[in-house]
């Protein structure tokens, strides 16, 4: 993987290679697809759910964390799915289902797995709170998307590892963005290869779009959900939570906040609540290291 010469590293390549990364588990697109269907019962979601013994194991420790609020340990899985309510199932099976993906060290960008998993969870909790102040009607969708919006990051380490640190020296050298880098070195960035496998993992439309989206200010102030996304994505690098080495190396849409509705005093709570509920769930964040 690491014999290529500067030229065969193109996003054509690893749009090829993503053929051979791990499909996203059948049993959760299965669960996914249920959950559309209002009619679908709790029992009909556990009897698919319950022969994947890691799947189920992770819901079993998501439900319990703190963030889920649960007031009793839970054991069983339908006991877990039938307290939670359907937006929560719908979070701790992406989540579950997220983790193998999620917690891998990206040499490239200095972050250790712990950071891409907080990074990934932090986002996905700001986004709640971001979606309660702007009064989003979906927050499981961004949910969603916060939480799998740097994917893009784990393939670009499988496959052009080596390059990721000309990407970090010319971003430094040359004062651009992380994403004029990233295109500059590869012909696409981390957002673009993100979204792709999110197509391949057949996820919604909105969603792939909105993680497209993500670092391109032009165009994620042009709808709801990317806006949502960005701006949760942007909190959760100002509080510092699984920063990476291209951090604050964004340009940043001036007419986001306003875009969304939401004034400085606003932001201010979203900034604090998101933080406290980020501390909250220190126990889903340890579960890497399970
Ligand atoms: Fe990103
Ligand atoms: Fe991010």
Redesign the pocket.
Known sequence: MNDFSPTEFTLDYIFDSLGALPAFPEVVQKAMKLLDDPNTTMEQLAEVIKYDQAITANILHLTNSAHFGLSRQVTSLDTALALLGQQQVRQVLVASASMPFLAKDIEGYNMTAHDLWA?AMG?AIISEIVAKYCEYPEPAVLFTAALL??IGKTVMHLYVGPRLKEIVTKANSQEITFSEAEWDVLGGDHAVIGSDILRKWEFPPDVVRAVRN?HDPDLYIQDDLSALLAMS?IL??QLGIGVGVDGFRYRINPELPSRLGLDQAAIHKCVIEGYREYQNAQDILGLINK
């Open positions: 990074h986002c919006h740097d993500h994505d959760t690098v």
